[in-house]
């Protein structure tokens, strides 16, 4: 089956199964294919999306401000033949078994010099930097001398 890959180590990219690269313009989409592909199941509740991206906001606002990037990344990848995000009235998922994502491979992690999510900063939003910078200290951990494998990675990253 054809893949998505997903770069979120370094400079973001996002290359869609038949090798175009899509143009994800918004931050705060970069962010949420973040908080989706550090999820273990790729899932997040609703909720804790907006807590993280809009929790300044209106709760209304916050609801609408996602259906917005969720359709933005639905137009973006409309043309691929596999959904790349699925949601429901609660839930938010990166679809796993189509994408090949760069955090949740220990060799690309060992591999990459680039920090994660590079350059994406959400100004206002204290929860989703302080998400950031945990899940940057994690990552850099495991990219140093003595690298773990197998779950003991995946339970490091997050993923577990």
Same mark, same amino acid.
């Given at each position: ?26 931050? $705060? ?22 807590? $993280? ?56 992690? %060992? ?27 994690? %990552? ?21």
């Amino acid at each position: 089956m054809a893949l998505y890959r997903l770069r979120l180590l370094g400079a973001f990219q996002l290359v869609a199964p038949n090798g175009q690269r899509l143009d994800v313009t918004s931050k $705060k989409a970069i962010a949420l294919l973040g908080l989706l592909a550090s999820a273990n199941s790729g899932e997040r509740w609703r909720a804790w999306i907006q807590d $993280k991206l809009w929790g300044s906001r209106e709760l209304r606002q916050a609801q609408a401000s996602l259906r917005r990037e969720l359709h933005g990344l639905r137009k973006l990848t409309a043309g691929s033949p596999f959904p790349l995000v699925e949601a429901t009235s609660r839930t938010v998922r990166l679809n796993l078994n189509v994408v090949d994502v760069d955090i949740r491979s220990e060799d690309a992690l %060992l591999r990459s010099s680039g920090e994660f999510l590079e350059g994406i900063d959400i100004a206002g939003e204290e929860s989703f930097e302080e998400w950031l910078r945990e899940m940057r200290n994690n %990552l850099a951990d495991l990219s140093g001398p003595m690298p773990l494998a197998g779950k003991q990675y995946h339970s490091s990253v997050g993923l577990d």
